[in-house]
């Protein structure tokens, strides 16, 4: 499995398909015949710790967004940000 189906986080980031790609081009890396639990190990090592990070990333910026109590400085940084 790759990108979101891997990855189960909020579309907050937009970043779905992108890490899709990079999880299949680290696999296609991490792979060779014979070595596949090599591989897959090699893979999820690498991996990881990044998409966790992507998650977390996520899961806060949802919050920041969906915060009623930040609308309005939300709306004033967005505005100030064009």
Same mark, same amino acid.
């Not at 893979?43 to 949802?62: E, M, V």
């Given at each position: $499995?790759?990108?979101?189906?891997?990855?189960? $986080?909020?579309?907050?980031?937009? =970043?779905?398909?992108? &890490?899709?790609?990079?999880?299949?081009?680290?696999l296609a890396?991490?792979? #060779?015949?014979?070595?596949?639990? &090599?591989?897959?190990?090699r893979y999820?090592?690498?991996? =990881?710790?990044?998409?966790?990070?992507?998650?977390?990333?996520?899961?806060? #910026?949802?919050?920041?967004?969906?915060? =009623?109590?930040?609308?309005?400085?939300?709306d004033l940084?967005?505005?100030?940000?064009?």
């Amino acid at each position: $499995m790759v990108g979101d189906a891997a990855h189960g $986080m909020t579309p907050d980031l937009g =970043r779905g398909a992108c &890490e899709a790609l990079v999880d299949a081009v680290t696999l296609a890396r991490c792979l #060779a015949p014979g070595r596949v639990a &090599e591989g897959l190990a090699r893979y999820d090592r690498l991996r =990881r710790r990044p998409t966790q990070r992507l998650q977390t990333l996520a899961r806060n #910026a949802g919050r920041i967004a969906h915060a =009623r109590r930040l609308a309005g400085a939300r709306d004033l940084l967005l505005r100030a940000a064009r």
